[in-house]
C-alpha cells in the first residue's frame, strides 16, 4: 500500500518535470523575430567542416561560433546581404549554399542545361534518322507487295 | 564503306563520352573538397590584437610584422593534426629560415602552454585566440592552418590541414625566399 503511494508521488513528481524541460528551451525563443532572421541567414551559409550541411543545421563548434557572429551582426543592425558579403570575404564563394551565377561558375549553373540540350539534339536526330528508314522500308519489298495488291483489287473491280 | 564507318563512329561515340566521363568523375574524386581556396590571398591580413599566450598582459598584432616575411600558425592543444605538424614546425623553427608566430585558437591557456612546453615551442611567441573571432577574420575552419605573410602585411600562401615536410620544401620555402628578395 505505502510503495503504491511512493510510486503515485514519484509519478507525479515525473510529470512535473516535464514543463521544467519545455522551459529550458526559452532562451533560444526569447526575441523570435531575431532568431527567425539567424535561422534564415544562416540557412545560406555552408558549413565548412561538415561541408554538405548548412550552419543552421550543424553544431560543428565553428557552426555555433558563426551562427553567433551572425546574430551578433544583426543586433549591430547589419543587412543580411552585409552580413553574407562578410561571410564571403573570409570562406570564399564556397560558404554560400547557393552558388552565385557568374563567370567561374557558368559550367556549374549551364552545365546540365547544356547537357540536356545535347541530349535532346541527339534524341531529335535519332528520331529524324529512324523516320527516313522506316520510309525507304516501304519503299522495297512492301512496295511491290503493295503493287500486287493493286493490282488484284483491279481485277475483282473487272469482275 | 561510308556507311560502316559511320557505324563505327556511333559505336565508339557513347563508349568515347563515358570514357570522357570516367576521367571527369575520377579526377574529381582524387581533389580533396577540404581544401577550398582562400579569398584571403594577396588581400592584407586582417588585422587583430590578441593578449600573447605566455604573458598575457603583452598583446600580439599582425601590424609588428611589417617589414618582415613570416608565418602564421593556428594550433590548438585539442588538435590531433597539430601534433602532427608539430615535429615539421619545429625543424623550420630550428633552420631560422623564416619566424613563425601562433595563434593560439580557441585553447584553454594552460593547457595550451603544456602543450608547447612537452613538445617544443617552435613559435617567436603566441597570440592567444579564445572565442576563436580572430580565427573567423583568418576564414579559419580547419586547424591547422598556415599563412605565409609577406613585408607589406599581404597573405600570400595559405595551407589547410598539417604541414609536411614536402610543403616546407616545395611552396613555403621558395616562396619565402622569393619575397625576402623583393
Redesign the interface.
Known amino acids: 500500500m505505502n510503495s503504491i503511494v511512493v510510486k503515485a508521488l514519484a509519478l507525479v513528481f515525473l510529470m512535473l518535470c516535464n514543463p521544467a524541460f519545455g522551459k529550458e528551451a526559452a532562451p533560444a525563443a526569447e526575441d523570435p523575430a531575431l532568431e527567425q532572421r539567424v535561422t534564415a541567414i544562416s540557412g545560406e551559409l555552408r558549413c565548412?567542416?561538415c561541408?554538405n550541411q548548412t550552419i543552421a543545421d550543424s553544431n560543428a563548434?565553428?557552426a555555433i561560433?558563426?551562427k553567433n557572429?551572425v546574430r551578433e551582426k544583426i543586433k549591430q543592425g547589419q543587412s543580411d546581404s552585409q552580413i553574407i558579403d562578410y561571410m564571403?570575404?573570409?570562406?570564399?564563394?564556397?560558404v554560400l549554399y547557393r552558388p552565385p551565377f557568374k563567370v567561374t561558375t557558368l559550367v556549374l549553373w549551364l552545365g546540365p542545361l547544356l547537357l540536356l540540350a545535347a541530349g535532346l539534339f541527339a534524341l531529335f536526330r535519332r528520331l529524324a534518322r529512324r523516320r527516313t528508314v522506316v520510309e525507304t522500308e516501304l519503299s522495297g519489298a512492301e512496295h511491290e507487295r503493295a503493287a500486287k495488291l493493286l493490282a488484284a483489287d483491279n481485277e475483282t473491280d473487272k469482275r | 564503306m561510308a556507311a560502316e564507318t559511320m557505324n563505327k563512329t556511333q559505336m565508339f561515340l557513347p563508349l568515347g563520352i563515358f570514357a570522357a566521363l570516367v576521367v571527369l568523375l575520377g579526377v574529381g574524386l582524387t581533389l580533396n573538397p577540404r581544401e577550398v581556396p582562400s579569398p584571403l590571398i594577396d588581400k592584407p591580413a586582417p588585422h587583430f590584437q590578441l593578449p600573447q599566450l605566455h604573458e598575457p598582459g603583452k598583446t600580439f598584432s599582425e601590424k609588428d610584422m611589417l617589414g618582415k616575411v613570416w608565418l602564421l600558425n593556428v594550433w590548438a592543444s585539442w588538435c590531433v593534426s597539430c601534433r602532427e605538424e608539430h615535429p615539421v614546425l619545429l625543424d623550420l623553427a630550428k633552420s631560422g629560415a623564416v619566424p613563425i608566430y601562433g595563434l593560439n585558437y580557441k585553447d584553454e591557456r594552460k593547457d595550451g602552454i603544456t602543450w608547447l612546453q612537452r613538445l617544443g615551442d617552435p613559435y617567436q611567441l603566441s597570440a592567444y585566440d579564445i572565442n576563436g573571432r580572430v580565427g573567423i577574420d583568418y576564414g579559419v575552419y580547419g586547424v591547422p592552418e598556415t599563412y605565409v605573410i609577406d613585408k607589406h602585411g599581404v597573405i600570400r600562401y595559405k595551407r589547410i590541414g598539417a604541414v609536411t615536410p614536402e610543403i616546407v620544401k616545395e611552396k613555403i620555402l621558395p616562396l619565402v625566399n622569393e619575397l625576402n628578395r623583393g
Open positions: 565548412l567542416v561541408q563548434p565553428l561560433d558563426l557572429q564571403v570575404a573570409r570562406y570564399g564563394d564556397f
